[in-house]
């Protein structure tokens, strides 16, 4: 009778063992992103940790300001033997070595806010995607500077309007081409557009590039301004400030909503930041993580495209409008 105890007690510890071992070894999730120091990412990383929390998986995030970068850290995945990645790359047209680098090492992989493209800057068709529905969200932005233009009663062809661009990212591009096409559907003349080619989506890119563009266009002494992000359309705002050009000649509208445009908001006095289309880092940190997570898990392949769609925060609405949305 002992021996039998002992015998179904041994048989029990034997079945516990891989339990055991799986539960030592949590499931690891990788989230890479090209400029942790901007506050949209962080937002996406900690909405991503509430899902690795709640999912019970753990989430390895890593900044990849570059290719190589990017290449070291999915080895390193790899390495920690995680099931596979989100990613937001630091240039879309390394979609093909992301593809052929997470198949070779069996990781599965989405991406996030800007979508790979291959050599022939086509969608890589098997990387599923969540990003913003750039061109729509770039009508939001041209809207509601027409909106409040029309409030303070200027006059569509006496604005210059200035895109600080960022073309080479087809989501910059559609984003700000949407905003251009609101305001020139509602009478701005073309030749009133000023292009500010920025050479990085931070502020000081931006600030940058505004400062060479107002300097060529003087003519101009009312502006409206916007750009892929919040720090886009901030920079312009501060290159704007530094020639005297203050909030009642000058309306910026960013896209975002995160501290870079709460800091903005919370300010004393308004500044020319007029507002923001607040887009939602809680769905594209959380959604995205736990949809790698139940691709490699559970065999769940997540739809090939999500797009999400923004709303306009200002100074008024901003507190409000984040409580919805649970930041
Ligand atoms: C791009 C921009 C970021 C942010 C995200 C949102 O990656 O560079 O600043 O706007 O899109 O999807």
Redesign the pocket.
Known sequence: MLKMQRRAALALALLAAPLATLAAEPVKVGFLV??AE?P??QDEWRFAEQAARDKGFTLVKIGIPNGEKMMAAIDNLAAQKAVGFVI?APDVKLGVAVNRAAKRHGLKVMS???QLVDGAGKPIADIPHM??SGYEIGKQVGQGLLAEMKARGWKPDEVGVLRVAFDQ?P??RDRTMGAVDALKAAGVPAANVVDAPQAK?DTESAFNAANIAFTKNAKFKRWVAFG??D?AALGAVRAAEGRGIKHDAMLAIG??GSQTAMNEFTKPTPTAFYGTVL?SPKR?GYETAVAVYEWATAGKQPPAVTLTSGTLMTRQNQAELRKQMGL
Do not use: P, R, S, Y
């Open positions: 090209k400029q901007e949209w990412f937001c996030v806010d800007d990003g913003i990212l989501t910059a989506t892929l992000n720090e896209i975002g887009i594209h």
